[in-house]
């Protein structure tokens, strides 16, 4: 009787115990993956800047249905697709840092890279949590769409291909929507902090003074 009394007490903590290291191992794992591919595009200290110019920005999401016609193109023009088709991913990765700096951020791009940076950097400065949930689905939306992209693609099923790209910039708009929001918290958090950090040094100076 006592050894059921105790696997009804340890089963359900073991259970928790579990689902809490899947959560840390897939967050890891999840961050890792977003460290390598802002590596690979070179997006690191001021480089997230420029990629924050809105010629960044939006030459880059132009270049999607150019890459999947490229691709498909291997139906006219056979092997010869590999020229388009690497272009088009040097383009892709050479893109973030090729533009300036931009004089204005005030934009809803602009503001959708620098959040992209905030939940990259969210380990070190932590965003809002009720972002977490969303953006995880959103990140599996993504990924669902790629693949559906490249089946598309690979089967040369032209609606595939064309619901794959759709579903792509719909999901990726949605995601970047909400980087935007993630930008506009943790900005006017900032912001918040520097008017109380600058209220107390203006206090403690007064008090100084007394």
Known sequence: MKYYEFLEKEIPLLKIKWEQ???KKHKYIIMTL???IAKA???HGDNWMKHANPWSIWSRFATVPFLVLAIWSRVWIGWYSLIPISILIIWLFI???LFKKPKNIENWGSKSVLGEKYWSNRKKSPVPKHHNTPILI???LQSISGIMLM????KLEINLTILGTITVYLTKMWFLDRMVWIYEEMNNEQTTKNIVHLAD???NEGDSNK
């Open 21 to 23: 290291e899947i959560r």
């Open 34 to 36: 977003e460290k390598q």
């Open 41 to 43: 595009f070179n997006l």
């Open 95 to 97: 893109n973030p840092t």
């Open 138 to 140: 959103l990140t599996i």
């Open 151 to 154: 089946i598309g693609l690979w």
């Open 201 to 203: 040094s203006a206090k």
